[in-house]
T-cell receptor
Framework: AAGVIQSPRHLIKEKRETATLKCYPI?????VYWYQQGPGQDPQFLIS???????DKGSIPDRFSAQQFSDYHSELNMSSLELGDSALYFC????????????????FGQGTRLTVV | GIQVEQSPPDLILQEGANSTLRCNFS?????LQWFHQNPWGQLINLFY???GTKQNGRLSATTVATERYSLLYISSSQTTDSGVYFC????????????FGKGTHLIIQP
């Protein structure tokens, strides 16, 4: 079965640079979520989109922005990168026929490991 | 916001042993998921279980929503079960983000 696809898998950037992470949700899923997981930490929710509109917002820094496009893929844009932004970034998606019965199960991609040097 | 507490934080077992992981949450939830994060960082869905009981092979889970806890049972542990087990909850439905617990770090020794 198709899963959530994230690219790139690994990314190395210097301080103050910008980075763009991409996420392709499971086909027919209309909701996308972004999470950040620091070393040894639990994943922290950043932001979500439903039908291309921002739906919920977590602890996303002002230097980060995201959007969901007409084909439902999403991009997380990160500017003025700091050493503390080094983390594993996950995208997740939910939706599809299960929503009709209240099923909101989220499925996660393999993550993008961002290293800021 | 909602608080999610997992116990124990660390667990070391011999291959073949059984274990019970617990997740307590501080408010009503409409989404509860258990994940296994393997040593390569992948978050693997184990159960979507806002209430009730489910089983999948050697794993089973029970959520008692009225008492605000969930349990994950692992039987006949294998070394490949090693990793971090996360409980994550959602409270508002729709596209709200999940709040994760700190996880249980499980090591299965051969």
């Amino acid at each position: 079965a198709a899963g959530v696809i994230q690219s790139p898998r690994h990314l190395i950037k210097e301080k103050r640079e910008t980075a763009t992470l991409k996420c392709y949700p499971i086909p027919r899923h209309d909701t996308v979520y972004w999470y950040q997981q620091g070393p040894g930490q639990d994943p922290q929710f950043l932001i979500s989109f439903y039908e291309k509109m921002q739906s919920d917002k977590g602890s996303i820094p002002d230097r980060f922005s995201a959007q969901q496009f007409s084909d439902y893929h999403s991009e997380l844009n990160m500017s003025s990168l700091e050493l503390g932004d080094s983390a594993l970034y996950f995208c997740a998606s939910s939706g599809g026929p299960g929503v009709l019965s209240g099923d909101t199960e989220a499925f996660f991609g393999q993550g993008t490991r961002l290293t800021v040097v | 916001g909602i608080q999610v507490e997992q116990s124990p934080p660390d667990l070391i077992l011999q291959e073949g042993a059984n274990s019970t992981l617990r997740c307590n949450f501080s408010d009503s939830v409409n989404n509860l998921q258990w994940f296994h994060q393997n040593p390569w960082g992948q978050l693997i869905n184990l159960f979507y279980i806002p209430s009730g009981t489910k089983q999948n092979g050697r794993l089973s889970a029970t959520t008692v929503a009225t008492e605000r806890y969930s349990l994950l049972y692992i039987s006949s542990s294998q070394t490949t079960d090693s990793g971090v087990y996360f409980c994550a909850v959602g409270t508002r439905g729709g596209a709200d983000g999940l709040t994760f617990g700190k996880g249980t770090h499980l090591i299965i020794q051969p």
